[in-house]
């Protein structure tokens, strides 16, 4: 036979400490399997498209395991990420210069493609970045735009060691696309943590208007 049972009920307010916590466990376990990141994951983005990055997407996985990661993918645009991170004081800056009015008359390739694709799942890789110059190069060519206009596409080439430069510019890519990722992952970590701190626990229960039993469970 059916039969009523009294049971009082508190707001998250009215709980004791302990009873809080296990609100708090409950909470992450439970209350965290929606897309909390998307707003994070748009602004990571928007900052990668400042940087010469044009991120497709960012995979991450956290935040208290010796798993936890994010990659990403996506390509770089080489002129735009030399006129980010190329400043006067760095020692090849004449080099890169010429790279670049290379780049901007299609004798080096524009982008280079970013995969995170690996046998652990989280290596971000940078393409090494393909140099045109000696395939199909005639003798007569010349620049066509930009400072060295003019100048013989072949002899410039040999000036600048475009081989090893660009040999360089893929470490400094490379650098470059591993901490924007380790950037990705501290800024959701910060995300993430804010999101299930007491603090915002709290003002979401109350918001919420949520009931507990005396420990702590829901009602």
Known sequence: MPRVIEKLVYKYDEL??????????????HCMNHDW?????DDLKSQGVEKGLDVDEINFSGFYSQGSYASWNGSIRIADFLDVHLTPEHTDYARYLILRDMIEDDWVQH??????????GYVTTVEEPEDYTYRGVEESDTLNSGMFKGVNVEHIGRQIDIDDLLSSLHEWMQTEA???????????????EWLVSPEQIAET?????WEFDEGGRTI
């Open 16 to 29: 004791s400490d302990k009873a809080k916590e296990n609100v708090h466990d409950w909470y992450r376990e």
């Open 37 to 41: 990141y998307e707003y994070t994951i």
């Open 111 to 120: 982008r280079v493609s970013v995969s995170n694709r690996s046998y652990r």
């Open 178 to 192: 591993g901490e924007y990722a380790r950037r990705c992952y501290k800024q959701l970590e910060e995300e993430y």
């Open 205 to 209: 229960c109350m918001a919420n208007e």
